[in-house]
């Protein structure tokens, strides 16, 4: 198959394998569940054991804007909304345009790790602000199923991460 006709897929790019052409489709189920894992309620807090609010991690960084605290902003979006946004748009770009067996796949894999050191962090993020909330002494926290999807949304871009690093890994050695 010519260059040309191989449109916007690179002709040796893992796209292309049968072997891990679910790759694809996985990471946009996880940009889904990653997605929606936003917008699910991550916890309730109670104050005085009258008023309760359910928050979701969308609604803390809207928030954190509107109260104008930008630094805490920038962590709690950067780590937890932007970073596995971005692991998962880079995979899929890998996935489909780079060439498995070149040195730019090569590179791609230290892309990947150096990416993929940050993944846990922004669980971290999320339970450092149920540990927050909890320490005081007036509101009570009670973690909801949206905490527990963007922990599956997070764990499943670490196995895409090790998926397509094997796979590129595999594809260099297969060209030398």
Known sequence: MSRQSAGWRHPNALARRPATFWI???????LALLVVAWFLPI???TEFWFWSNRVSLWQTVVGLLRQSDLPLFLIVAGFSMILPTLKLLVAG????????????????VGWMEALGKWSMVDVFVVALIVVAVKVSLVTDVGVHVGIYVFTAAIMMSIVVMAWIGRA??????QAV
Do not use: C, Y
């Open 93 to 108: 770009w890998i996935w489909i345009r780079v060439d498995a067996a070149s040195p730019r796949g090569h590179r791609a």
């Open 43 to 45: 916890m309730t807090l």
């Open 168 to 173: 590129l890994r595999h594809g260099k050695e």
């Open 24 to 30: 694809g489709p996985f990471i946009i189920a996880n």
